[in-house]
């Protein structure tokens, strides 16, 4: 009873049809009527992520019977199961926005989902020595943090290893390369790259769909079955705080404040005014990167002000 289905990930949904990879293939699904029924009362239905089991027709058709318990799930871009976030900067040109980049760390961990830093362009000049400022910041703070040529395709095999077995969204500002580094470790679509500065004239993405694209399989193995899931979401880079981050818990989601902030003399300090602040001390010191700490006292404006209507 149980072999006739088989067990896949939801790649898109498009024009009243799901596109749901299974068995080393891409499956065209309609829902079973049941299902359908039950997803009336879902306010988020099926989501791209989404796990399902299907009932094979005819190939390449099947039916959706069944939608796997979720292990997490965003509604801003919507997408279920995501696990980890590359986070895509430009080491130079478009200019970095460091206050971007801590903002979507505060979102991504506090959503469960790991950020993976990304400098793209290495090859440009200057680029190394920003790297390398950089790499040390982040790296102390405990993240992940990569340095990559998607012009040059170095690096690319290194992210392609962090990449298997997971669904991972992409972010990061227009311009920095996310279709450009995106194609060279996904399967067979080609994203539309663009030029910036035509971009930035008319002043939109040309990264419209949500949707997961298969990884290019890392070892050929039985099944060509892509070991991991990409997604190339517009909305990433506008993700909005979170409703349970507000100014007394912000610092829980900034590891390298977190682990001075037992130093400090009160308990729900927020390393702002307060006096005896281990967090402080580490910048005077230089034992913290004092940009870093100032776009978390930044955030902490920024959300103690919405919370004072
Ligand atoms: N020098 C250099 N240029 C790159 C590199 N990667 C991408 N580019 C260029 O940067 C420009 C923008 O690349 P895209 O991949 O379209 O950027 P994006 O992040 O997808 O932009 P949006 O879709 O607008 O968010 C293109 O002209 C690319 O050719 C790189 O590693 N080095
Ligand atoms: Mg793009
Ligand atoms: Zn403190």
């Keep these: 009873m149980a072999e006739k289905f088989l067990q896949g990930v939801l790649l898109k949904a498009h024009g009243g049809f799901y596109f749901v990879q299974a068995a080393?293939?891409?499956w065209t699904c309609s829902l079973r009527g049941r299902l359908k029924q039950s997803l009336r009362e879902e306010p988020l239905g099926l989501l791209v992520g989404d796990r399902l089991l299907l009932e094979p027709l005819a190939e390449p058709e099947a039916v959706i019977?069944?939608?796997l318990?979720?292990?997490n799930f965003l509604v801003r871009p919507r997408i279920a199961n995501l696990e980890q976030c590359l986070v895509v900067l430009a080491a130079e040109h478009p200019k970095p926005d460091y206050l971007l980049l801590d903002?979507?760390?505060?979102?991504?961990?506090a959503a469960g989902v790991r950020p993976i830093i990304?400098?793209?362009?290495?090859?440009?000049p200057g680029a190394e020595q920003v790297f390398a400022e950089q790499f040390k910041v982040?790296?102390?703070?405990?993240?992940?943090?990569?340095?990559?040529?998607?012009?040059?395709?170095r690096g690319v095999a290194e992210l392609q290893q962090l990449l298997q077995g997971k669904i991972t969204?992409?972010?990061?500002?227009?311009g920095v390369g996310k279709s450009t580094l995106l194609n060279q470790v996904q399967q067979s679509q080609q994203l539309q790259t663009g030029d910036i500065s035509r971009k930035l004239q008319r002043g939109r993405h040309t990264t419209r769909l949500v949707e997961l694209l298969p990884l290019l399989p890392q070892a050929a193995d039985a099944d060509g079955l892509a070991e991991g899931w990409i997604a190339d979401t517009p909305g990433f880079s506008r993700l909005a705080m979170p409703e349970q981050v507000g100014p007394d818990n912000l610092a829980q989601f900034w590891p390298d404040l977190q682990a001075l902030a037992q130093d400090c003399r009160f308990d729900g300090c927020r390393h702002d005014q307060e006096p005896d602040c281990g967090v402080k001390a580490a910048v005077a010191q230089g034992r913290l990167d004092g940009r870093r700490y100032q776009r978390y006292l930044t955030l902490l404006a920024e959300l103690a002000e919405q919370r004072r209507y």
Excluded: H, M, W
């Design 169 to 174: 969204a992409v972010a990061g500002q227009s």
């Design 24 to 26: 080393g293939r891409i």
């Design 118 to 124: 990304c400098f793209n362009k290495l090859d440009r």
């Design 65 to 67: 019977a069944e939608v």
């Design 103 to 109: 903002r979507l760390l505060v979102c991504l961990l």
């Design 69 to 71: 318990p979720r292990r």
């Design 138 to 153: 982040y790296q102390q703070a405990g993240f992940t943090v990569l340095a990559v040529s998607a012009l040059q395709q």
